[in-house]
């Protein structure tokens, strides 16, 4: 890795002022603060630029101008503060895990800041609110269209940070993670020395909207051991925290996801990013009353090398604090990572001590493969709790759906044989069964014909459509897998 630092020789100075005054930049207008903030233009950095990694791929960072909003005359400078701030942030909490690595961000040559690509939006700042379905697909097809005649622009071909000033006219903008790619807004609070803000979640919304780009799903914090003496997951509601300027952390699933990414490398490993593997996981899941813990064991497969195991518990119910109407969003999954055993197995445990929601709730279990090369493959398993007690293996169950992808009326059925007769009696009709979700710890045969015969069709796992056997199911086990 390198650090770039400009040195405050006089000479310099006076070489990038004559190149500037020779350019005719001109200083943009400010949006109006109280009290007013005097700045220097951006075409004239600091005398001493601070330092910052840089590594062989870096961050994508755009500042996209609607053609009717300008951007901030200063945010060169101070947004080159705020990322050196959010990637020395990555850094310490990574640490925490043993993984000294930098999210690198990109040098603008002439300036020794870090690097923005200014592209300026066909239309208004009206025409891209909030809605990614209206905004993310056009604001991302215009930064294609100006990469393809500037390509020496762009660092890396997965990470893009998008930044849209403040809208003037009092609208939405987009703020969000979308795959690879992340939208935020700048204005003038957006700064270190705004940290803590009690009035605005805007800058660890920032952050928080960086780790989505970054390859984060939501998280909670482990509730036992972590959210007492560590605070708050960056990616539960970390944007919340970090703003105020209270305890936020990485958990440790984050950080190994983060180890893995391609603009945290230095060098960049022959293994190509993000390529696509072929895979299979086999797991096999108990509860041990005695420990209360999820044992968590099997195999795996992968063409390409696995670097950790990744175990999420996450309780489908409204979210803290995010009760907005858009279903599960996983902010309070609780997570924990393990080393793949040898022989390509998994050997885990899960104590439900560090869970919040373990009364009567309805929960997936997912099971996750990161491989070295940034991807994660994964495989999910519901259950519920009921009085306190996981509903796996012999308490296990399953649901069938009329329909492909769990559309159309569904009947939840305990562990347990079902011939026509008994499966009619519960709500499923004959030879109508199109999806299943089998719940965890059992496995489910459907059979054709009436009492277990026929041909017969074997799920350890969910299917979305039972393609082979759509139909024509007239009898069902539903056994546990132990």
Known sequence: MKKYLVKSYLIVFLVITVACLASSCKKKSEAPDTPPVVIKPEVDPPVNPPSFVTNAKNLNIVMFVPNDNPALADYKTRLTTLMIHFQKWFHTEMLRYGYDKYMGLPIDGSTKLVKFIEIKGQQGQADYPY????????????????????????????????????????????FYGYG???????????????????????????????????????????????????????????????????????????????????????????????????????????????????????????????????????????????????????????????????????????????????????????????LKNGSTISKSYQFNFKAGVPQIGVNGSAKFYQNASYAGYQVELPVGEYTTAAMVAKGIKDKDISSVVVGLGVKVILYSGDNFTGTSFELTSSSSYVSAFNDKTSSIKIMPLN
């Open 131 to 174: 809605s990614s379905s209206v905004s993310a697909g056009k604001i991302l097809a215009e930064i294609a269209a100006y990469k393809t005649t500037h390509p020496s622009e762009f660092s890396s071909a997965n990470h893009t940070l998008i930044l849209l000033p403040n809208r003037t006219d009092g609208g939405d903008q987009p």
């Open 180 to 370: 690879k790619n992340c939208f935020a807004v700048d204005n003038a609070n957006m700064a270190v020395n705004k940290i803590p803000n009690t009035t605005s979640n805007l800058l660890g919304g920032m952050l928080h909207e960086l780790g989505h780009g970054l390859n984060l799903p939501h998280d909670h914090a482990k509730y036992y051991t972590e959210e007492p003496t560590l605070g708050t997951s960056l990616m539960g509601s970390g944007n919340v925290t970090f703003s105020k300027g209270q305890k936020t952390f990485l958990t440790e699933v984050d950080a190994a996801i983060l180890n893995n990414n391609e603009i945290f490398q230095n060098p960049v490993p022959a293994e190509a990013f993000y390529e696509s593997a072929t895979t299979s996981i086999d797991p096999k899941v108990n509860f041990n009353p005695i420990t209360q813990a999820f044992d968590i064991t099997g195999s795996f497969t992968s063409d390409k090398t696995v670097s950790d195991i990744l175990i999420y518990l996450d309780p489908n119910v409204n979210d803290e604090g995010y009760s907005s109407g858009v279903g599960n969003v996983n902010y309070n999954a609780v997570a924990w990572r393990f080393n793949p055993g040898a022989g390509s197995t998994i050997n885990a445990s899960a104590p439900i001590k560090e869970l919040n929601y373990k009364t009567d709730e309805p929960y997936e279990l997912f099971v996750k493969l990161l």
